[in-house]
């Protein structure tokens, strides 16, 4: 089982970016979905959540501007950064908790929580 993150780049301030986070294999169950990020000296936070049941959250600093989303279908989830600001620059990470999937052998596996390998975001004229 892998999360494999993806849109992130370079962006003028006030423009937008779509990020990914798809999570592959043979998946039955995905709790809550997240968007973290860590900047350079800082300590990662959480940006947006989004349970199974839909009921999201987000960060104070992103409230009006980000929308996160999820497409159980795909297992994917994603994070619309609109008006983006310089201070938005960091890695984005993406991750899952209370993750279920089938290994090889049918085995059926239950994790608390797995992350993604992060997508850098840079804000800068």
């Known amino acids: 089982v892998q999360l494999q993150a993806s849109g992130g780049g370079l962006v003028q301030p006030g423009g937008s970016l779509r990020l990914s986070c798809a999570v592959s294999?043979?998946?039955?169950?995905?709790?809550?979905m997240d968007w973290y990020r860590q900047a350079p000296g800082n300590q990662r936070e959480l940006v947006a959540s989004?349970?199974?049941?839909?009921?999201?959250n987000y960060a104070d600093s992103v409230k009006g501007r980000f929308t996160i989303s999820r497409d159980n279908a795909k297992n994917t989830v994603y994070l619309q950064m609109n008006s983006l600001k310089p201070e938005n620059t960091a890695v984005y990470y993406c991750?899952?908790?209370?993750?279920?999937?089938?290994?090889?052998?049918?085995?059926?596996?239950?994790?608390?929580?797995?992350w993604g390998q992060g997508t850098q975001v840079t804000v800068s004229s």
């Open positions: 991750h899952v908790d209370n993750l279920g999937y089938y290994r090889d052998d049918d085995v059926p596996v239950a994790v608390k929580d797995r």
């Open positions: 294999g043979r998946i039955y169950t995905i709790g809550a």
């Open positions: 989004i349970t199974n049941s839909r009921s999201i």
